[in-house]
T-cell receptor
């Protein structure tokens, strides 16, 4: 149980275009989802907290207009990288936990490798 | 603010041997949770083990066990009888036991474990 599905697994796009990444909780409802960014051989950096039915909470230094987050349902959050540039190339990972209990482990999607050419 | 420190960038261990990964953290909180996640080459984040700060007993999961020293703010992971499939990046993570933390995990920099035949 507690499966988080992320799509696509990898995407290549041209500079200036936008890319949408989906994160779905397949067998549980998630009022909160998290989006991380990971550079090669580095740790996960939290970008934003996605809240169902309300605005996302962005971490300091993350451009909210660049990384649009929508959490329209209890099982789906999307991250849209707008007007992508090569420096946005990275590995993006989402996570969620069943219910709102902070002590239950986070479950992670399989990540999306974004390459902007 | 909480910080999580993993001072070993890389560890190498032979099959069937034991390796211990160190993790220290800094917090003024008294109630929190600690986790070890592994990230194999597939880059899927997988929960290895979790520890509640209020529990004195060290958590164990099959070949994985922790040495939790609350006073020293230390949370090391021991992998016994290492297997080739244990090769991965291992991340130590911390979360406050507070609803206002929104369940945000704080990750360490990671330790790359390489298991050799």
């Amino acid at each position: 149980g507690a499966v988080v599905s992320q799509h696509p697994s990898w995407v290549i796009c041209k500079s200036g275009t936008s890319v949408k990444i989906e994160c779905r909780s397949l067998d549980f409802q998630a009022t909160t989802m998290f989006w991380y960014r990971q550079f090669p051989k580095q740790s996960l950096m939290l970008m934003a907290t996605s809240n169902e039915g309300s605005k996302a909470t962005y971490e300091q230094g993350v451009e909210k207009d660049k990384f649009l987050i929508n959490h329209a349902s209890l099982t789906l959050s999307t991250l849209t990288v707008t007007s992508a540039h090569p420096e946005d190339s990275s590995f993006y990972i989402c996570s969620a936990r069943p219910g709102d209990y902070y002590n239950s482990p986070l479950h992670f999607g399989n990540g999306t490798r974004l390459t902007v050419t | 603010a909480q910080t999580v420190t993993q001072s070993q960038p890389e560890m190498s261990v032979q099959e069937a041997e034991t390796v211990t990964l160190s993790c220290t953290y800094d917090t003024s909180e008294n109630n929190y949770y600690l986790f070890w996640y592994k990230q194999p080459p597939s880059r899927q984040m997988i929960l290895v083990i979790r520890q509640e700060a209020y529990k004195q007993q060290n958590a164990t999961e099959n070949r994985f066990s922790v040495n939790f020293q609350k006073a020293a703010k230390s949370f090391s992971l021991k992998i016994s009888d290492s297997q080739l499939g244990d090769t991965a990046m291992y991340f130590c993570a911390f979360i406050r036991a507070s609803t206002d933390s929104w369940g945000k995990l704080q990750f360490g920099a990671g330790t790359q474990v390489v298991v050799t035949p």
